[in-house]
């Protein structure tokens, strides 16, 4: 069965993350000794002891929940069977690149960790906001960003998750206006997200520069499958085309919606998703709706996957 591999995006963090998951599996536990190790602080203490203001802080969450991904991965890769495609939202197509081999685990780590202090003080230098619109399309969406854009305040699609499911950031002014807006419009809610900035907007632009430096340095290889990338839902697997994405994602809207069709168009009757929450597992039930998908970030999830494939493999 052609497969595909999805990866979660901040925000699926919480305090517990992967601390059975390093107890039940050795290859775990070293996963998280190296990312304590590379990034020279003690990452898992704050992924298992919290407290959670610090866990969800953006230079935290980033390489916490990539650190929690590849240990799932780690554990279970060699039952997977071959790749076809992969991708992550938002952070997580840092992951998806680990797991193409395009990038090495500690290079991502670091990366992700910056990317997180980078993001974090472009909204400290022009806040920003994030909302949830349920119930309208994107062509919906965008005419309420244009409709509260004024003043100098801007608003735009952020992420386009499933049908019906869109997320807009900007200028908290900008922010606020659109929300009554796409009530009138027929959103069935418009809620204000609890947010550090304004991510995937124009607001993140001073991040674009410090995170373009860093990547120059960061070696990047041929990929082994390719990955799906947010900017355009289009696979790629050339070194240097991945590191402009990555760079150009952070302010371009997460087309996700788009690539899981790009993928289910492809060919793919199988994803899984590994990492914290099942928050991709979720949406896959609107946008590829009779395509099998599997989460898989505990102990248990873990077993049920190795069960299910060794299953497979003695049939």
């Known amino acids: 069965m052609p497969l595909a591999l999805l990866f979660p995006g901040q925000g699926s963090q919480e305090v517990g993350m992967g601390r059975d998951l390093a107890r039940s599996h050795p290859v775990a536990a070293r996963t998280f000794e190296e990312a304590d190790e590379t990034l020279g602080f003690s990452l898992s203490r704050i992924m298992w002891e919290g407290p959670d203001d610090e866990l969800v802080r953006t230079a935290n969450a980033q390489p916490a929940i990539l650190a929690h991904s590849v240990a799932v991965l780690r554990v279970v890769q060699d ?96 922010v606020e206006r659109a929300l009554p807006l796409a009530r009138d419009a027929g959103a069935r809610k418009a809620v204000p997200l609890k947010v550090s900035g304004a991510f995937h907007s124009p607001l993140m632009e001073p991040a674009r520069e410090g995170l373009r430096r860093h990547l120059e340095s960061v070696r990047f290889r041929r990929s082994r499958f390719p990955v799906v990338a947010n900017v355009d839902a289009r696979p790629v697997d050339e070194p240097d085309r991945v590191r402009e994405l990555l760079v150009e994602q952070l302010t371009s809207p997460v087309r996700w919606q788009d690539c899981v069709e790009t993928m289910v168009a492809s060919g793919i009757d199988r994803f899984v998703e590994l990492g914290p929450g099942t928050v991709l597992r979720g949406l896959n039930r609107r946008i590829a709706r009779g395509v099998p998908t599997d989460s898989v970030g505990t102990p248990e999830d873990v077993s049920m996957l190795l069960g299910v494939a060794e299953e497979a493999g003695s049939a």
């Open 79 to 174: 039952q997977l069977g071959p790749v076809t495609l992969a991708a992550g939202h938002s952070l997580g197509e840092f992951t998806a690149h680990v797991a193409s081999g395009t990038l090495d685990f500690r290079d991502a780590l670091q990366a992700v960790r910056i990317r997180g202090e980078l993001m974090l003080a472009a909204g400290e230098a022009r806040p920003g906001a994030m909302a949830a619109l349920l119930g309208l399309e994107e062509d919906e969406a965008l005419a309420v960003c244009e409709a509260a854009s004024r003043s100098g305040s801007v608003a735009v699609t952020a992420n386009l998750n499933s049908p019906g499911q869109i997320v807009i950031s900007g200028d908290r002014e900008a």
